[in-house]
């Protein structure tokens, strides 16, 4: 047995933060009682103006605000995971300690606690279908053997622009996106026509979209690293722009963008994948003359 000798600390520290952010996203969604009815639950607007009334808006006992802050907890976690990697690279203190830290800490805030948001956040199916629970769970498995998959895999001189199935941070993402969607719809303050009603098919819905998402965990489709891709190296003028107003759109309607743009991540590589073998496929079957 080897032991460690030294550890290094901020790189740490931002894997512990991923951690930490994925442990009270559980406690946060765990204040949601279960569903006695199948009546959506409402939630008055958040006003900004001042911190202590914000505070107070944010109430322990109101179930929307709870799913939302699950939520968005989440997503915190998701910013520590993508700093620590890029901390440990520019400190030079890579290890495996901190790789497998970092599988510990994503199993909790990609697995568990997307999972046991899934069940919180859908009273109407999770009171006419108790099975959400294994849904929930198969979530959590998938994105274990994700993880342990790419731990086994993971080679030195990979180029990290690409991953092998869905990476379990995105999984998360998809799912927490909906957290957010349904504060917008179930406020007070929402004037979208046939919201109640479109709140009712997204709960009925995100259930199989979450089994979609977990068996694109374990799938060898390829996904693009989105960070590396996008904001890594030099880029053209017109790039940084374009990332810009895409910011910019993403913040002012950020209640119905952050679950689009989960989808579209999720979705968008398997049909283009699914679309490649078809052609391919079809390119082999063409008669030569």
Not at 11 to 33: D, K, M, S, W, Y
Not at 90 to 113: E, N, P
Not at 183 to 194: A, C, F, H, S, T
Request: charged fraction near 15%.
């Amino acid at each position: 047995m080897n032991r460690i000798r030294t550890v290094a600390v901020f790189p740490t520290v931002f894997t512990l933060g991923n951690l930490i952010c994925g442990f009270f996203a559980i406690v946060v969604a765990a204040r949601v009682e279960r569903p006695t009815s199948l009546d959506i639950p409402r939630a008055v607007d958040i006003a900004f103006q001042h911190p202590t009334g914000l505070m107070r808006q944010l109430d322990p006992t109101d179930d929307t605000h709870n799913i939302m802050l699950s939520g968005w907890l989440i997503f915190l976690a998701m910013v520590f995971d993508a700093l620590d990697g890029h901390v440990a690279r520019l400190a030079r203190t890579t290890s495996d300690f901190g790789a497998q830290l970092d599988s510990l800490c994503d199993i909790v805030s990609f697995g568990v606690a997307p999972g046991f948001l899934l069940v919180k956040m859908c009273p109407t199916f999770t009171y006419s279908h108790n099975k959400v629970w294994v849904i929930a769970a198969a979530f959590a498995a998938c994105a274990a053997l994700r993880l342990a998959r790419f731990n086994v895999e993971m080679a030195e001189d990979d180029d990290h622009l690409h991953f092998s199935g869905l990476p379990s941070p995105a999984a998360a993402a998809s799912i927490a996106g909906f957290a957010i969607l349904f504060y917008e719809l179930r406020r007070g303050g929402n004037q979208l026509m046939y919201a109640a009603e479109i709140d009712k098919v997204v709960q009925n819905a995100l259930p199989f979209f979450a089994v979609l998402v977990a068996l694109l965990m374990v799938s060898r489709i390829p996904y693009p690293h989105v960070v590396n891709q996008l904001l890594s190296g030099q880029r053209s003028f017109g790039h940084v722009v374009a990332l810009v107003f895409a910011v910019a759109a993403i913040m002012s309607i950020h209640g119905y963008s952050v679950p689009i743009i989960g989808c579209v991540f999720v979705l968008a590589p398997p049909v283009k994948y699914l679309w490649q073998r078809l052609y391919a496929r079809r390119e082999t079957q063409d008669p030569i003359f």
